[in-house]
C-alpha cells in the first residue's frame, strides 16, 4: 500500500472514529466509556495532556469525568454559566488563544493551565450544551489540519451525543421508578378507600360480618387457582370487596329483617346489583372489569338470574366466580333464617345447582380448593389467615394477589 | 475479551516489556503502570519489543503516548523494537518517533543502551 500520508493519516483517523464509536456504545461502565472516548481522541491527535468536563446545568459548573496525563484532576471543576458560551461553535475546536481574554477562562485559569489547554471543544448534543473536552499541545507540535478539525468536530459530537443519551437514560430510569413508586401510592389509597367501603357495606348487615372481604377472597382464590395474572386477580378481589355497595342504599332493617320478604322488599333488595354497578361505574378504577362483575353477580348460567337475566355464555368468568364465591360465603355463613351450612354441604348444595344456578367449571375449581383441606376454608384463601368460624378478619389482611406476585 | 497481556523482563539496567495481543483498550494501561513502577524504582532504559504486537489502536497509541511522557518525565531512554511497517507508519505520522529510539531487533536496543551506560 503506498498511500500519500495524508490518505494514510485520514485513514487512520477514520479507524479511530470506528474505535470511538464502539467505546461510547459498548456496554462498559459510563466512566470507562468516557475515558476510552477521551483515549480515542488523545491517541488520534497525539495528545499527552487532555480531560473530559461534563456540564452540570444545576451547579453552574463543568465536572470533570475522566482525564488523561493530568494528576489529580478526578475533582476538578470548572466554573461555567450559560452566557460564557455565546458565540462559540458546537463541537468544533477553539483555541485557547482565542478565548484566553475572557472571563470564562480567567476564572478557570488555574486548572486549564495544568492541563496546558491549548484547544478546547464546547459538546453540544440536540442543541443543549453537555460539556467540554479540552485538549493540551500536540506531541508533535502540529496545529490541527483542516479535515482534523473536522475528524474532531466528529468525535465530539459522537461523545457529546453519547453523554447526552446516558443523561437521557439516567432520568428515564429516575423518572420510570418514580412512576412506580406513585402507582403504588395510588393503590394502597385505593385499597384503603376499597376496604373502608367494604367495612361500611359488612357494618350494615349484623349476620353476614365481614362477608365482602370473604366474597373477595374467595373469588381471589379460585382467580388464582384458574392462573389469572396478578392484575386479574387482584380485580376480582376488588369486584368482592365492592360487590355489595349497592346495600348501602338499602334499609338496615330491610337487610336484617328475619321474616320472609314480600315480593316489594325482593324488588329492592335484586336491584341493589345494579345499584353496585351505576355507583362503581363511576369510580375510574384501574380495573376495568370491576363494575361488569358486579353488576352481574347475581346472574346464572340459566339466565334466570338479575338485573339483566344474561345466559351462561354472556357471562365472564369473573361474574361467574363472584357469583359463586358470595353463594357459598352466604351458605357457610349464619342468616336469619337458617344456620349455616358445613363446606361439605355447601358442596352439596352447589353441585345439585350446576349448571342452572353456578357455572361447573368454576364450581369444580371451588371444590377443588375446599377439598385440598376439607376441616378448614383457612388453604382456601392463600394468604388470608382466617377460618370460616372466625369473625374477627383483620382489615389489615394481604391483599391475596400478593402470593405469587 | 481481553486480548492483552504484558510480560516484563530486565537485563541489567534496562528493562524490556513485551506487549502482546492487541493494544486497543483500556486494559493495555498495564504497558503505562508497568513503566511508571520501574521508573519509580530508578530504572530508566526502557525497551518495548512489539514482536508479539498483533495491533495497535487510537486507544493503543494514547497509551504508548503516556508510556512516552513518564519516560520523559523521570529523564529516561525509551526505545522501541521490531514495530510493524503499518505501526511504524502511524508512529511516525503522530509524531511518536520524535520522542522513541527505534530498533529493528530488541537486540539492537539493549546494546544501545548498554553503550549508554558506559559513556
Known amino acids: 500500500m503506498n498511500a500519500r500520508p495524508d490518505m494514510k493519516l485520514l485513514l487512520f483517523n477514520l479507524s479511530a472514529l470506528v474505535d470511538l464509536g464502539q467505546a461510547v456504545t459498548s456496554a462498559k461502565e459510563y466512566a470507562d466509556r468516557m475515558k476510552t472516548a477521551l483515549y480515542v481522541i488523545t491517541g488520534m491527535f497525539s495528545i499527552p495532556r487532555a480531560a473530559l468536563f461534563v456540564y452540570d446545568a444545576g451547579r453552574r459548573e463543568l465536572a470533570c469525568v475522566t482525564s488523561k496525563g493530568v494528576p489529580a484532576l478526578a475533582d476538578a471543576r470548572l466554573s461555567h454559566d450559560a452566557s460564557d458560551l455565546e458565540g462559540m461553535p458546537h463541537n468544533e475546536p477553539v483555541t485557547v488563544r482565542s478565548i484566553r481574554d475572557t472571563g470564562w477562562f480567567k476564572r478557570n485559569a488555574a486548572i486549564l493551565d495544568r492541563i496546558d489547554a491549548t484547544v478546547v471543544v464546547p459538546l453540544y448534543a440536540r442543541e443543549e450544551f453537555i460539556g467540554m473536552i479540552v485538549l493540551g499541545p500536540r506531541l508533535s507540535g502540529a496545529r490541527f489540519l483542516r479535515t482534523e478539525r473536522d475528524v474532531l468536530q466528529v468525535a465530539s459530537h459522537q461523545i457529546a451525543t453519547a453523554i447526552s443519551n446516558t443523561r437521557l437514560f439516567a432520568q428515564h430510569a429516575e423518572q420510570s421508578a418514580e412512576n412506580g413508586r406513585l402507582y403504588e401510592n395510588m393503590r394502597g389509597i385505593y385499597h384503603d378507600t376499597i376496604r373502608a367501603f367494604a367495612t361500611a357495606i359488612d357494618a350494615k348487615d349484623q349476620y353476614t360480618k365481614h362477608h365482602s372481604f370473604r366474597v373477595g377472597s374467595y373469588a381471589a382464590a379460585i382467580a388464582h387457582e384458574l392462573q389469572w395474572s396478578s392484575n386479574d386477580v387482584e380485580a376480582i378481589y376488588v369486584a368482592g370487596l365492592l360487590h355489595d355497595i349497592g346495600k348501602l342504599s338499602l334499609d338496615v332493617d330491610l337487610i336484617n329483617k328475619e321474616e320472609p320478604l314480600t315480593p316489594q322488599e325482593w324488588d329492592k333488595i335484586r336491584r341493589h346489583a345494579e345499584v353496585s354497578y351505576d355507583i362503581v361505574a363511576k369510580i375510574r378504577l384501574p380495573w376495568r372489569e370491576v363494575p361488569t362483575y358486579i353488576r352481574h353477580h347475581h346472574e346464572r348460567p340459566d339466565g334466570k338470574g338479575y338485573p339483566d337475566a344474561l345466559p351462561g355464555r354472556d357471562l365472564s368468568d369473573g361474574a361467574k366466580i363472584l357469583a359463586l364465591a358470595d353463594s357459598y360465603d352466604a351458605m357457610t355463613t349464619d342468616r336469619p333464617y337458617r344456620v349455616r351450612l358445613s363446606p361439605s354441604q355447601a358442596i352439596e348444595e352447589i353441585r345439585r345447582c350446576g349448571g342452572t344456578q353456578f357455572d361447573a367449571r368454576i364450581s369444580s375449581v371451588l371444590f377443588g380448593l375446599i377439598e385440598r383441606d376439607q376441616a378448614e376454608i383457612a388453604p382456601l384463601l392463600p394468604v388470608v389467615r382466617h377460618t370460616a368460624s372466625e369473625t374477627a378478619l383483620p382489615l389489615e389482611m394481604d391483599p391475596p394477589w400478593r402470593v405469587d406476585a | ?119
Not at chain 2, 53 to 82: A, M
Open chain 2, 1 to 119: 475479551m481481553n486480548n492483552f497481556s504484558l510480560s516484563l523482563t530486565t537485563s541489567d539496567d534496562i528493562v524490556i516489556m513485551r506487549p502482546r495481543g492487541y493494544v486497543d483498550s483500556l486494559g493495555a494501561e498495564r504497558l503505562e503502570e508497568a513503566s511508571c513502577e520501574v521508573l519509580g524504582q530508578g530504572r530508566k532504559k526502557l525497551v518495548v519489543n512489539f514482536s508479539e504486537t498483533q495491533f495497535i489502536n487510537s486507544v493503543g497509541v494514547s497509551i504508548l503516548i503516556s508510556v512516552i511522557q513518564r519516560s520523559r518525565e523521570s529523564s529516561g531512554v525509551l526505545c522501541f523494537t521490531n514495530v510493524k511497517q503499518i505501526h511504524q507508519e502511524v508512529f511516525e505520522m503522530l509524531g511518536l518517533t520524535q520522542h522513541v529510539k527505534l530498533f529493528h531487533e530488541e537486540g539492537e536496543a539493549i546494546r544501545y543502551l548498554a553503550q549508554e551506560q558506559q559513556a
